[in-house]
Each structure stands twice: as structure tokens, then as C-alpha cells.
């Protein structure tokens, strides 16, 4: 039990529509990461939040975005939804924005149609 | 271009002997490596980790092994245990970089049989 905990577990949506996922930290950890892992292939860095501000990401498009917020929670938002988006999303916390260990939650698995 | 690599993606072992996997890295930058495992319907779980100072790093029935020059590391796993059946993933990460993103391997999945 990794105190990271992200909901839902489960989503259907259609083509083009919009999805907001959630992700609560481990208690103490200021840093947030998000993966997107497709079937069949590890876990692929989209960004990171440290302290409220991006501070990393990686090679998604600007339809993928993020926010954290005071208490540390954070959302990922991902826009005009493509069948290729299909896939488990995973959030990790850490302490610190280098250095440490990440700490994933169980994930979200996205189903676009 | 994939800077982490998993090349085998399962590995059947016997209840007690050990399991051996590998991991290959091209990233010269890569200066700490993790080692995941993962169950279906749950989230990776850190196993073990190992800085780039170091060339072996041991927590009880867990060793990974670190060969800098081949930039090549294993994760030894003595005895093997039915529980441990699960992906692993190999994970990289440049501490230097200002945050600390882990660029993962494709997994391998592990069958330790009674």
C-alpha cells in the first residue's frame, strides 16, 4: 500500500470528448509525476508537478495538461480524446522534485471509442 | 529509440532457485536505476534501487547488479518464490536533470512455479 490513490479506477469515453483524471499524494510528498502506459509497454513519462508549477514533461502533446494543487492532489486533463489515448494511467509521488523515489497508485484505465 | 531494454519479456523459473533478469541501457546520463514490480490491477511497486556509484546493492532476498562500462544491470532474486510471480520493470533515471522522470523498460514478466 503505496498511499497513493487515484479514481476512478475505470473510464469509457468516446472520441474527441474531454477526461479529467485525479490523483491523491502520499501523505508528505510534494511531487507528483503522470505515465501513460499502453498495452504491452512500460510506463511513459507526460509530467511532473513540484511544488504546484510543471517541471518536467515529456513528449505529449499540449491537449495533455495538469494541475496540483495546495494539498498536493492533482489532475490530468486530456483534451479532443484520440482512440490512441487508450491506455492506464498512472500518477507516482515522490518528496522532493529530483532524487527520490516514485510511488505509483494503481492507475485509471482509459477506454476511448 | 528505446534508452531502456528489457529483452526478454518472460522468464519461467523454479520455486527456490533463482531468477535472473536483465536490463540494458544507451543514456549515458542515467545516473540511478530502480528496480518495479507489478501485479495485474495494481500500481508498480519500488523493489530496489541502485545509484551509478555503486556496483551491486542488496536487500535481503533481492541483489541488482551494475556493470557501468556494458551499461547493463540485473536484478537477482534468491530463493525465488511463487509470490514473486509479476512484471518487473527496469527504470532509469538522470538526477541531474533537475526532476526525476523514470524512463522505464517494456517489463518482464517473471512465473516462479511451485
Known amino acids: 500500500e503505496t498511499g497513493v490513490t487515484q479514481s476512478p479506477t475505470h473510464l469509457i469515453k468516446t472520441r474527441g470528448q474531454q477526461v479529467t483524471l485525479r490523483c491523491s499524494s502520499q501523505?508528505?510528498?510534494?511531487?507528483v509525476s503522470w505515465y501513460q502506459q499502453a498495452l504491452g509497454q512500460g510506463p511513459q513519462f507526460i509530467f511532473q508537478y513540484y511544488r504546484e508549477e510543471e517541471n518536467g514533461r515529456g513528449n505529449f502533446p499540449p491537449r495533455f495538461s495538469g494541475l496540483q494543487f495546495p494539498n498536493y492532489s492533482s489532475e490530468l486533463n486530456v483534451n479532443a480524446l484520440e482512440l490512441d489515448d487508450s491506455a492506464l494511467y498512472l500518477c507516482?509521488?515522490?518528496?522532493?522534485?529530483?532524487?527520490?523515489?516514485?510511488?505509483f497508485g494503481a492507475g485509471t484505465r482509459l477506454s476511448v471509442l | 529509440d528505446q534508452q531502456v531494454k528489457q529483452n526478454s519479456p518472460s522468464l519461467s523459473v523454479q520455486e527456490g532457485r533463482i531468477s535472473i533478469l536483465n536490463c540494458d541501457y544507451t543514456n549515458s546520463m542515467f545516473d540511478y536505476f530502480l528496480w518495479y514490480k507489478k501485479y495485474p490491477a495494481e500500481g508498480p511497486t519500488f523493489l530496489i534501487s541502485?545509484?551509478?556509484?555503486?556496483d551491486k546493492n542488496e536487500d535481503g532476498r533481492f541483489t541488482v547488479f551494475l556493470n557501468k562500462s556494458a551499461k547493463h544491470l540485473s536484478l537477482h532474486i534468491v530463493p525465488s518464490q511463487p509470490g514473486d510471480s509479476a512484471v518487473y520493470f527496469c527504470a532509469a533515471s538522470d538526477r541531474n536533470s533537475g526532476y526525476s522522470t523514470l524512463t522505464f523498460g517494456k517489463g518482464t514478466m517473471l512465473l516462479v512455479s511451485p
Open positions: 501523505s508528505g510528498h510534494n511531487t
Open positions: 541502485i545509484s551509478s556509484i555503486k
Open positions: 507516482a509521488s515522490s518528496w522532493g522534485s529530483a532524487k527520490n523515489i516514485q510511488y
